[in-house]
């Protein structure tokens, strides 16, 4: 079994910062890239940041230079720092990860259950 935390949400004003974080626990044997999505009410979900286990990464376009992801691949953790935070930032933001877990034959794809982000102007 393999599950995702995320944690780190919460009620910000514009212009303020946040770290989420997500930490993935269970029998993993590794996992490559890992992700994270937002979906704000009545919007379709949509990726913001993923960083591979080398520590590449890339942003969605309205995220580039305010959020940072980052991860510990030995904690299998990652963490998004989001800065500058706007009122269209706010959603639910989703931690995704590529996991390989033991016993199994590849990889897999594996969600948390959200953190709620909100940015009021």
């Known amino acids: 079994q393999v599950q995702l935390v995320e944690s780190g949400g919460g009620l910000v004003q514009a212009g303020g910062s946040l770290r989420l974080s997500c930490a993935a626990s269970g029998s993993i044997v590794s996992i490559n890239v890992m992700r994270w999505y937002r979906q704000a009410p009545g919007e379709q979900r949509e990726l913001v940041a993923a960083?591979?286990?080398?520590?590449?990464?890339n942003y969605a376009d309205s995220v580039k230079g305010r959020f940072t992801i980052s991860r510990d691949n030995a904690k299998n953790t990652v963490w998004l720092q989001m800065n500058s935070l706007k009122p269209e930032d706010t959603a639910v933001y989703y931690c995704?990860?590529?996991?390989?877990?033991?016993?199994?034959?590849?990889?897999?794809?594996?969600w948390g259950q959200g953190t709620e982000v909100t940015v009021s102007s």
């Open positions: 960083i591979t286990s080398g520590g590449r990464t």
């Open positions: 995704n990860g590529g996991i390989w877990v033991r016993g199994s034959l590849g990889y897999t794809d594996y």
